[in-house]
């Protein structure tokens, strides 16, 4: 595997890297993440991988400094997936004049001020900031995000439409537990107990979408009893809505395009988790 640091190995294999499928990731990999490089491989004949925990998206109350950074054994596995290019840029590369004079992407409101970007103002702007000038160093013709971070998914779709991004995506899908947790990075901070508990929140999204399928369209009513059955578990809720696929919009009435969101706090871990019911 090639590692490229900066411009000058950048410049070396630049070629190739453009030919590529790159999964981006803030490291600490997990099976999530190599589904990712496992499609990109289907999509492409040569594979990057990007590594870089960016500080645009998370807020001086975050977990920045707290994330967990796990760079020898990230290599040890994508190696073993035999993975052609990683990329590690320094934050110089980013942030040539600091992270206070960077240029940034303003994400529209519809996407970045819902759902998640309610809690998490900076977030969606971070993101696509940082997506943008990965985009743009390494020019890959492919690239793979994963469908549990939907709201981040749209957001750089809209970004590739809206400046006509010469990139094709894709989205994978959510990789599970047995028991139906989603894989995320911050799984690795709950306690044993909390993680088991922690299936509820996809439990109490496939018991919605099941009423729902059914015929029986009160999404209120669903909402009220996952959120009570949830908190009395102790994971509290931050959201539960239904919005449309496509563009977020809250949906009232016709659920045909709908997806199911749900972000709850289990003891300090925030968790999110989504579900297609159209
Ligand atoms: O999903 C992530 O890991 C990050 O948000 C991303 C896409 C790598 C941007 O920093």
Do not use: W
Request: a positive charge; aromatic letters at 10%.
């Amino acid at each position: 595997m090639i590692v490229i640091e900066n411009q000058r190995d950048l410049s070396k294999h630049g070629n190739k890297v453009h030919h590529s499928a790159l999964v981006a990731t803030m490291g600490n990999l997990h099976e999530g993440h190599l589904a990712l490089v496992d499609l990109a491989k289907k999509k492409a004949d040569q594979v990057i991988v990007s590594i870089f925990v960016n500080p645009l998206q998370f807020s001086p109350r975050e977990d920045f400094a707290e994330y967990p950074r796990t760079l020898s054994e990230d290599i040890k596995l994508l190696e073993d997936r035999k993975v052609d290019f990683l990329f590690l840029p320094q934050e110089k590369m980013f942030f040539p004049q600091g992270k206070e004079n960077a240029f940034t992407i303003k994400v529209p409101s519809y996407l970045a001020d819902v759902l998640c970007g309610k809690t998490r103002p900076h977030f969606f702007h971070g993101v696509a900031s940082i997506v943008f000038k990965l985009f743009q160093f390494l020019k890959p013709k492919i690239a793979i995000f994963g469908e549990k971070d939907y709201q981040q998914f749209l957001v750089i779709k809209e970004m590739v439409d809206q400046f006509a991004l010469d990139v094709k995506l894709y989205k994978s899908k959510i990789i599970r537990e047995k028991n139906g947790l989603a894989l995320s990075s911050r799984n690795r901070y709950l306690t044993k107990e909390l993680r088991e508990k922690a299936h509820l929140i996809h439990r109490y999204l496939l018991l919605a979408k099941k009423g729902m399928v059914e015929g029986n369209f009160d999404f209120n009513f669903f909402k009220k009893e996952s959120i009570s059955s949830l908190e009395r578990e102790g994971i509290m809720v931050e959201y539960f809505e239904i919005r449309d696929n496509g563009n977020l919009a809250l949906l009232e009435n016709d659920f045909t395009k709908g997806r199911i969101f749900l972000a709850a706090k289990i003891g300090s871990t925030r968790l999110i988790d989504n579900l297609n019911i159209s």
